[in-house]
T-cell receptor
Framework: DAKTTQPNSMESNEEEPVHLPCNHSTISGTDYIHWYRQLPSQGPEYVIHGLTSNVNNRMASLAIAEDRKSSTLILHRATLRDAAVYYCILISEGSNYKLTFGKGTLLTVNP | DAGITQSPRHKVTETGTPVTLRCHQTENHRYMYWYRQDPGHGLRLIHYSYGVKDTDKGEVSDGYSVSRSKTEDFLLTLESATSSQTSVYFC???????????FGPGTRLTVL
């Protein structure tokens, strides 16, 4: 099964951009790349997802490598509220539905 | 928010007793999911449902069963709880497989 690899932790300063990497070298052609984040004592929250092209929304941008073996979640201006665990996950469509969560990256944002 | 509630929010039970956790949604989403979250493991999918009476196993389904008799309710049952099932359980819903998943607030289960 395709799995993801993320750094255990990263640190950023408030109002600076943050680039959170995710490796998924065994990704298959039908796997979508999703990002979620989880604040302490809360359920995960959707951030963004994509298949092949880069994606932007009000929360973040998702940059997907041309070979799709890695992706980067970009927070353009980190705030203290962005401090959370960020999960990069792969979701496969079709009859063999699979959903694989990585261990996540703990993002610390310094004031 | 998708209006997802979980009940109970906290439960302490003893080994060998049956436990049922309920997930209720008000958004008419087709897909519903049960996850467990343990330190060092992140989130792991237990079971999911793609419609009324349609369910399938996830990564860690052993010891768990589910039922979905109505669109809005997805039940997770531990027939005979074990200490290894002590965890935080999250329910989630989505319109389709590759749409945004909305998560509930979680249920903290302790099996003594």
């Amino acid at each position: 099964d395709a799995k993801t690899t993320q750094p255990n932790s990263m640190e950023s300063n408030e109002e600076e951009p943050v680039h959170l990497p995710c490796n998924h070298s065994t990704i298959s052609g039908t796997d979508y790349i999703h990002w979620y984040r989880q604040l302490p004592s809360q359920g995960p929250e959707y951030v963004i997802h994509g298949l092949t092209s880069n994606v932007n929304n009000r929360m973040a941008s998702l940059a997907i490598a041309e070979d799709r073996k890695s992706s980067t979640l970009i927070l353009h201006r980190a705030t203290l509220r962005d401090a959370a665990v960020y999960y990069c996950i792969l979701i496969s469509e079709g009859s063999n539905y699979k959903l694989t969560f990585g261990k996540g990256t703990l993002l610390t944002v310094n004031p | 928010d998708a209006g997802i509630t979980q009940s109970p929010r906290h439960k302490v039970t003893e080994t060998g007793t049956p436990v049922t956790l309920r997930c209720h949604q008000t958004e008419n989403h087709r897909y519903m999911y049960w996850y467990r979250q343990d330190p060092g493991h992140g989130l792991r999918l237990i079971h999911y449902s793609y419609g009324v009476k349609d369910t399938d196993k996830g990564e860690v389904s052993d010891g768990y069963s589910v039922s979905r008799s109505k669109t809005e309710d997805f039940l997770l049952t531990l027939e005979s709880a074990t200490s290894s099932q002590t965890s935080v359980y999250f329910c989630a819903t989505s319109r389709d497989l590759n749409n945004e998943q909305f998560f509930g607030p979680g249920t903290r289960l302790t099996v003594l």
